[in-house]
């Protein structure tokens, strides 16, 4: 009987020193994931505020005789860059002026003459 248990003794520290504890595999596994993950984000969101910096700043930019488009693709020429609006000339021939507000410049064409 002594035997026996010395038998089963021998063998569970034998199979206990060979194995892994259980949260040494879920980190091995878990680790590359979220370190995956961390990449992923910053690439996928920081190109996005990059982005949205860049517009703003052209956006506080804005001057008189910059030519611009709209969100809607409206070209025109600014006369006026208020607080939150601005008044672009879009015909010269006859005159037309269009007010929008500051957010709907998608992009400037080319910055003053």
Avoid: C, W
């Avoid at 063998?11 to 879920?26: C, R």
């Avoid at 601005?86 to 998608?106: G, P, Q, Y």
Wanted: hydrophobic letters at 45%.
């Amino acid at each position: 009987m002594t035997s026996l248990l010395m038998l089963i003794a021998q063998a569970t520290t034998q199979s206990d020193e060979g194995a892994a504890p259980p949260g040494d595999s879920f980190m091995r596994f878990m680790l590359p994931m979220l370190l995956a993950l961390g990449v992923f984000y910053i690439f996928m969101f920081r190109g996005q505020r990059k982005d949205k910096r860049r517009h703003a700043d052209m956006l506080t930019n804005l001057k008189r005789n910059d030519r611009v488009q709209t969100i809607g693709g409206v070209l025109g020429t600014v006369v006026e860059a208020r607080d939150n609006e601005v008044i672009l000339k879009v015909d010269e021939s006859s005159n037309v002026k269009m007010r929008f507000n500051r957010s709907a410049i998608k992009e400037v064409l080319n910055i003053g003459e």
